[in-house]
């Protein structure tokens, strides 16, 4: 059974700040992996996908890495905004067909 | 990217009554939709597997006869909540796979239920 864990589970930071969010997950054989974002009381906005075949992705300020072989990714957020306070969910696909197993999520905080 | 609608959005209910939550793939056909559920300071956790057609599949530990999910077409799922009880209050989101888009999934806006 696929699990996965996020570190930390909370983050505060200046903003301008550089930071890192971490995911990990028990089953490698994963096809890809997704960095999500949700606001308080709200759905979720998907950030970057990676493919298995792909070791990162990139979107803006956003970078995402993946090291399916240790099963890692990270979340890599540049020049943090206080717009970027959300909580970031990491999900992998689990028993197949596109159902995921998420991450419980780090909840970011960034102060003006 | 492909769009997915739920509503309500949000729902307060009486203790006893029943919710139905709707899920819509608006630009694309999905023969499956996949119902999650997300208590407070938990992870959002899959619910069942809405199949167009024909019966959904429950995870473990999920209730059948309370969460009755009904796939009628191919662009709608629905989730009624039967009996509700405050315990049932959570937050429930709905995804759907479009084809060709190499396992990204897209996911409703939500729905917050609130059973007073």
């Known amino acids: 059974k696929q699990e996965v864990t996020q570190i930390p589970a909370a983050l505060s930071v200046p903003e301008g700040e550089n930071l890192v969010l971490n995911c990990s997950f028990t089953?490698?054989?994963?096809?890809?992996l997704q960095w999500f974002r949700q606001d308080p009381g709200k759905g979720l906005t998907s950030l970057l996908l990676?493919?298995?075949?792909?070791r990162e992705q990139t979107s803006g300020r956003l970078n995402a890495s993946l090291d399916k072989s240790s099963g890692r990714s990270t979340l890599y957020i540049a020049a943090s905004q206080p717009g970027d306070s959300a909580t970031y969910l990491c999900?992998?696909?689990?028993?197949?067909?596109?159902?995921?197993?998420f991450g419980i999520g780090t909840k970011l905080q960034v102060i003006p | 990217g492909a769009v997915v609608s739920q509503h309500p959005s949000w729902v307060i209910c009486k203790s006893g009554t029943s919710v139905k939550i709707e899920c819509r793939s608006l630009?694309?056909?999905?023969?499956?939709m996949f119902w999650y559920r997300q208590f407070p300071k938990q992870s959002l956790m899959l619910m069942a597997t809405?199949?167009?057609?024909?019966?959904?599949?429950?995870e473990q530990g999920v209730e059948k006869d309370k969460f009755l999910i009904n796939h009628a077409s191919l662009t709608l799922s629905t989730l009624t909540v039967t009996s509700a009880h405050p315990e049932d209050s959570s937050f429930y989101i709905c995804?759907?796979?479009?084809?060709?888009?190499?396992?990204?999934?897209?996911f409703g806006q939500g729905t917050r239920l609130t059973v007073v």
């Open positions: 995804s759907a796979p479009p084809r060709g888009t190499a396992g990204e999934a897209f």
């Open positions: 089953d490698s054989a994963i096809y890809n």
């Open positions: 990676i493919q298995s075949s792909q």
């Open positions: 999900a992998v696909p689990s028993g197949g067909y596109q159902k995921v197993t």
């Open positions: 630009d694309f056909q999905a023969t499956t």
């Open positions: 809405s199949n167009e057609g024909s019966k959904a599949t429950y």
